[in-house]
């Protein structure tokens, strides 16, 4: 069965509750951050901003990788061996001017077990249409 795990350290996985594995599915395939709530794992009224598609979590102070087992990667999608690694004062500078601009569009969505999940997508600067959801976050 497939299951989402998060780590601090590579060493040390713990998985995250089955229930949260349809949305953070649907985030994956819409490259959105979503944020999640489990007083369990983050404690009480604490988000976590995940990122299925970046591989990466937030609850609080904290960070997190993020993995799906087994990956929904496919050979067509992007891998490793292409990715281009930057400066990262560059990449700040250039974050800040790419990101000026752009709206933070967010989407509430109630799952099938009652719990809130919010997406959130920056809106491209020319938008070709409202429900476009091939949007990257930068």
Known sequence: MASYWYSTNGMDHR???????PILDQAFERHA???IFDDELFGQ????I??????????GDLHFGLYRQPPMWR????????LILLDPTEMISK????????????QSII?????KYRFMQRKPPVAVEDNCICCVIS
């Not at 009224?45 to 976590?48: D, E, I, L, Q």
């Not at 799952?111 to 719990?115: A, E, G, I, T």
């Open 15 to 21: 998985r995250l509750s089955s229930r949260h594995l």
């Open 33 to 35: 951050r979503i944020q």
């Open 45 to 48: 009224n604490v988000p976590a």
């Open 50 to 59: 995940a990122n299925p598609y970046q591989g990466t979590m937030t609850a």
């Open 75 to 82: 050979m067509s999608d992007t891998s490793l061996d292409t």
């Open 95 to 106: 974050t800040s001017r790419l990101s000026n601009g752009n709206e933070l569009d967010e």
């Open 111 to 115: 799952s099938s077990d009652r719990k």
